[in-house]
């Protein structure tokens, strides 16, 4: 049992204790349960979609328009699952910064073309270009499909 659990990974585990602490070098990580560090190191699991609202901007939108009020009000209604999906889709991770979606930008920018598209975004700059949609079916429908199918980068 000795081999399985310490002596067959040890080198692995030196490693990665080695880089973790060169990196978190600080006596209070003792003090914190296993919860809160990786809460430290990948920040909250627990998407509060008005939160992101606050820190929304808009390009060719703004926070009154009748398909922004219908995307928050679909996002709302997502499920968790759903939602950490869009948060995928748009950042590139399905994580909260560490210090709160106040730590964070978001941008909504129109696409003033196709509306047969699916939204696309720019996860480098946490932005949505959305499609000026007609109805509100295709718009939930549209951002489904975009967040179900989404690759990202294989980094998970």
């Given at each position: 049992m000795d081999l399985i659990l310490n002596k067959a990974i040890f080198q692995a585990f030196k490693a990665f204790y080695l880089g973790f602490h060169s990196v978190c070098a600080s006596n209070a990580l003792i003090m914190l349960r296993p919860e809160e560090v990786e809460n430290l190191v990948c920040g909250g699991p627990i998407i509060d979609m008005e939160e992101l609202r606050k820190v929304t901007t808009y390009d060719g939108f703004n926070?009154?328009?009748?398909?922004?009020?219908?995307?928050w009000k679909i996002l709302n209604s997502f499920s968790p699952d759903l939602q950490k999906?869009?948060?995928r889709f748009v950042t590139g991770s399905d994580r909260i910064p560490v210090g709160g979606m106040s730590e964070m930008t978001f941008k909504i920018s129109a696409n003033q073309h196709n509306t047969n598209m699916l939204p696309t975004s720019h996860t480098c700059f946490n932005q949505l270009v959305l499609p000026r949609?007609?109805?509100k079916q295709s718009l939930r429908e549209k951002i489904v499909i975009a967040i179900s199918n989404a690759e990202g980068f294989g980094l998970e």
């Open positions: 926070e009154n328009d009748p398909l922004i009020k219908e995307l999906a869009f948060l949609y007609k109805s």
